[in-house]
């Protein structure tokens, strides 16, 4: 039997991986590189040694690419937006997106954190994408940033049933990374038809990649947090505020004063909407 320490260790290393995206396996055993000879190496790459290339050696064919991945950013936008314009509701929206492939984190990811909360709710939080804790249970913001957002809405009087909550991107990027300008320009058509299709009468970007998607703005994010913007939904003019991402506050609580003034603001909106 193996030791409680070794046991602990590869517990601890299995965590590690899992923290920094590494969730799967790419062969039975495991091979030391380092080790490996030039042909080897050339050979598990899908060449011929150089030594062992001759008159009638054939080039060995690549892998075929996949088109939906080989496309352009700009082609898989257009793509996704012509697909989300085709849902006429959140189900077939949520079709749409699991059965979308023109974005690679999806192959990385164990699930598309698509929403939670009330679509019908007056309020929809957007945030940037999903952690490690959101992508095992495939709900957005249930790890310890959902935790500090859910104490943050009750501190208003709201909870998850009187709110809507999403992300810019759906699927988890690997170890947690930033996504990358183009992964958010692919998934933006989405996210901009969910809110067109929940219709809300506010709109808050939790962050600074979430504002600079949804707002167009360039300014950081403690510039942008606590000013009003309108947002065009297609169907009417909404309005909409920037305020700090839970995840920020967890690391920078000083900062959660600032959050706190942007509760208020927005408590007050719900409590006293403009004239139609």
């Known amino acids: 039997m193996m030791p409680d320490h070794d046991l602990r260790n590869i517990d601890a290393l299995l965590d590690f991986y899992a ?12 091979h030391d590189r380092f080790a490996e000879s030039a042909a080897e ?5 899908g060449r011929q040694p150089v030594a062992d290339r001759g008159a009638e050696a054939r080039p060995i ?9 080989a ?22 929206l949520r079709a749409v997106m699991e059965a979308f492939e023109g974005c690679a984190l999806r192959l990385t990811a164990k699930s598309l ?49 009187l709110a809507y909550i999403a992300n810019i991107v ?17 998934c933006r058509p989405f996210i901009e038809r969910q809110i067109e299709l929940c219709d809300p009468d506010i709109l808050v970007c939790l962050g ?9 703005s360039r300014d950081g994010i403690i510039k942008t947090r606590g000013r009003w913007f309108e947002y065009a939904t297609g169907s009417r003019t909404i309005r909409a505020m920037a305020t700090l991402h839970p995840a920020y506050l967890l690391r920078e609580p000083r900062q959660k004063r600032l959050a706190w003034r942007d509760m208020k603001a927005l408590k007050a909106a719900l409590e006293n909407p403009p004239p139609s």
Do not use: H, Y
């Not at 923290?19 to 495991?30: M, P, T």
């Not at 759906?170 to 692919?186: D, H, L, V």
């Open 170 to 186: 759906p699927w988890r990027p690997p170890g947690n990374r930033t996504p990358t300008p183009q992964e958010a320009a692919i």
């Open 41 to 45: 190496a050339q050979a598990r790459a």
């Open 71 to 92: 496309a352009s950013a700009e082609d898989q936008a257009l793509v996704a937006r012509s697909a989300a314009r085709a849902a006429a509701t959140l189900e077939e």
């Open 19 to 30: 923290a920094s995206g590494v969730d799967a396996g790419l062969d039975e055993a495991a």
């Open 61 to 69: 064919a690549a892998p075929a690419a996949n088109p939906a991945l």
């Open 208 to 216: 600074g990649p979430s504002a600079q998607a949804l707002l167009g």
């Open 113 to 161: 954190c698509f929403a939670d909360g009330n679509p019908a709710a007056r309020i929809m939080f957007v945030g940037e994408a999903p952690g490690g804790d959101e992508d095992r249970v495939g709900r957005p913001f249930v790890g310890r940033s959902g935790q500090l957002l859910d104490r943050m809405l009750k501190a208003i009087g709201l909870d998850r049933n």
